[in-house]
T-cell receptor
Framework: AQKITQTQPGMFVQEKEAVTLDCTYD???????LFWYKQPSSGEMIFLIY??????QNATEGRYSLNFQKARKSANLVISASQLGDSAMYFC????????????FGRGTSLIVHP | DAGVIQSPRHEVTEMGQEVTLRCKPI?????LFWYRQTMMRGLELLIY????????DSGMPEDRFSAKMPNASFSTLKIQPSEPRDSAVYFC??????????????FGEGSRLTVL
C-alpha cells in the first residue's frame, strides 16, 4: 500500500489565485512528520513546510500553508497568491518511526501557473 | 551556510565504466540519504545512513551499487559496472532530528548521470 498518495498529476492555476495540492498518507504511528518539497525545472529539491503530527496549529511559511486534517490523514498544501515562479513539481513526504524514519515521498503534482 | 554539496553535477559515461558520485552533507546533520529519480519510478531511496552507519540499503538495486560514509562529512555512491538503465538524477540529502520526530531533508542539487 502506498504510504503517500498525491492524486493530482497536474494542476493549473491563474497567477494571483490560490491553489490546493492534495496529499493523503497512511500510518499507524501516533508521532510522525509531514513535509512538502518543491522541484522546479532546474531540478533541485527545495524544502517548503513541515507539520508534526502533534502540532495543533496548521503550519504556515509565507505563502505556503499546510491544511492538516489528522482524522482524514490528509496534509494538503495551500499556495496563496500564486506566482509564475511557483510552477514546479510538488512532493509530499512523511517520516514515521514505524518506517525507521525513512522518508517516503509521493509521486508528485505538477503545478503550472498561468499569467 | 553551505548546503548539501554533490559532485559531479553531470556525468556522461559509457556502459561498463565505474561511476563515483560524491556528497558532503550539512555540517552537524546526523542522517544522510541517497535517492535516485527517474520519470518512470519517481524518487527512490537507495540507502540511508545514520551517524555514518548504513541503516537501510534495501533500495540499492543490485551488487553493482555500493555506498560508503567513512566520516560525518563525506559519502560516496559507486556504480560498477554502469549500465544504461542507471541513467537518472542521483540526489544526496541530509537531515537532523527534530524534537518529537525526524527533521526535514535538505537536498543537494543532484548528479545527473547518463550512461551510453
Amino acid at each position: 500500500a502506498q504510504k503517500i498518495t498525491q492524486t493530482q498529476p497536474g494542476m493549473f492555476v491563474q497567477e494571483k489565485e490560490a491553489v490546493t495540492l492534495d496529499c493523503t498518507y497512511d500510518t499507524s504511528d501516533q508521532s510522525y512528520g509531514l513535509f512538502w518539497y518543491k522541484q522546479p525545472s532546474s531540478g533541485e529539491m527545495i524544502f517548503l513546510i513541515y507539520q508534526g503530527s502533534y502540532d495543533e496549529q496548521n503550519a504556515t511559511e509565507g505563502r505556503y500553508s499546510l491544511n492538516f486534517q489528522k482524522a482524514r490523514k490528509s496534509a494538503n498544501l495551500v499556495i496563496s497568491a500564486s506566482q509564475l515562479g511557483d510552477s514546479a513539481m510538488y512532493f509530499c513526504a512523511m517520516r514515521e518511526p514505524g518506517g525507521s524514519y525513512i522518508p517516503t515521498f509521493g509521486r508528485g503534482t505538477s503545478l503550472i501557473v498561468h499569467p | 551556510d553551505a548546503g548539501v554539496i554533490q559532485s559531479p553535477r553531470h556525468e556522461v559515461t559509457e556502459m561498463g565504466q565505474e561511476v563515483t558520485l560524491r556528497c558532503k552533507p550539512i555540517s552537524g546533520h546526523n542522517s544522510l540519504f541517497w535517492y535516485r529519480q527517474t520519470m518512470m519510478r519517481g524518487l527512490e531511496l537507495l540507502i540511508y545512513f545514520n551517524n555514518n552507519v548504513p541503516i537501510d540499503d534495501s533500495g540499492m538495486p543490485e551488487d553493482r551499487f555500493s555506498a560508503k560514509m567513512p566520516n560525518a562529512s563525506f559519502s560516496t555512491l559507486k556504480i560498477q559496472p554502469s549500465e544504461p538503465r542507471d541513467s537518472a538524477v542521483y540526489f544526496c540529502a541530509s537531515s537532523l532530528g527534530r524534537v518529537g520526530g525526524a527533521g526535514e531533508l535538505f537536498f543537494g542539487e543532484g548528479s545527473r548521470l547518463t550512461v551510453l
